[in-house]
């Protein structure tokens, strides 16, 4: 069993910056992907950001030159440094891994989502 857990959510003005963090607990073997998704209300769940394996990194159009992912392996931690907030990335924020564990060889686990809201 892997839980997910992030942190870092709040209220923050227009331009202004947030970092959110998510920690891994269980028994991984391995993490393939650690990612970041979005959901905003009445709207589908929205990719945001992935690292890909240990080096490859991808944004979504919306968030690329503001938001920067970054990870931690040692720690199973993987962080988004948001910067230059706009009232449309308020939403609930999922980290999303990819990961091994002895149990099972590949499956996708999600945290329980921290609120961003971006508001004056």
């Known amino acids: 069993q892997v839980t997910l857990v992030e942190s870092g959510g709040g209220l923050v003005q227009p331009g202004g910056s947030l970092r959110l963090s998510c920690a891994a607990s269980g028994s991984i073997s391995s993490i393939h992907v650690m990612a970041w998704y979005r959901q905003a209300p009445g709207k589908q769940r929205e990719f945001v950001a992935n690292i890909i394996g240990t080096s490859s990194i991808n944004y979504a159009d919306s968030v690329q030159g503001r938001f920067t992912i970054s990870s931690d392996i040692a720690k199973n931690r993987v962080h988004l440094q948001m910067n230059n907030l706009k009232p449309e990335d308020t939403a609930v924020y999922y980290c999303?891994?990819?990961?091994?564990?002895?149990?099972?060889?590949?499956?996708?686990?999600w945290g329980q989502g921290t609120q961003v809201t971006v508001s004056s």
């Open positions: 999303n891994y990819v990961a091994s564990t002895p149990a099972r060889p590949l499956d996708n686990y």
